[in-house]
């Protein structure tokens, strides 16, 4: 048996993980430019780290939190939501 072909991550309604992946969703879909270039990042790092999803997760977290401070979450939200997904062992 192989390693899965999807990662399910699910979050409790209104949680802050919650908010950080639909203000994520809503930046993507307004903005096509980071749109693009998050997939092209994204295809980079499954490259480079295929059986390891917690660097694959950390080598998109710069990104992410560039985008959520444009869309406008709050900097301690998006100060935390880049410490937990930086944090590899």
Do not use: W
């Not at 991550?9 to 430019?33: I, K, T």
């Not at 406008?72 to 998006?78: A, F, N, Q, R």
């Amino acid at each position: 048996m192989g390693l899965p072909t999807h990662n399910l991550y699910v979050c409790v309604e209104g949680c802050a993980s919650l908010r950080n992946h639909l203000a994520l969703r809503d930046y993507l879909r307004s903005h096509p430019d980071a749109t693009r270039a998050y997939g092209g990042l994204k295809k980079q790092l499954a490259e480079t780290f295929p059986n390891d999803i917690d660097r694959y997760v950390a080598g998109k977290a710069e990104m992410i939190a560039g985008f959520l401070t444009a869309a406008g979450m709050p900097p301690d939200e998006v100060a935390a939501i880049l410490q937990i997904n930086t944090d590899v062992a």
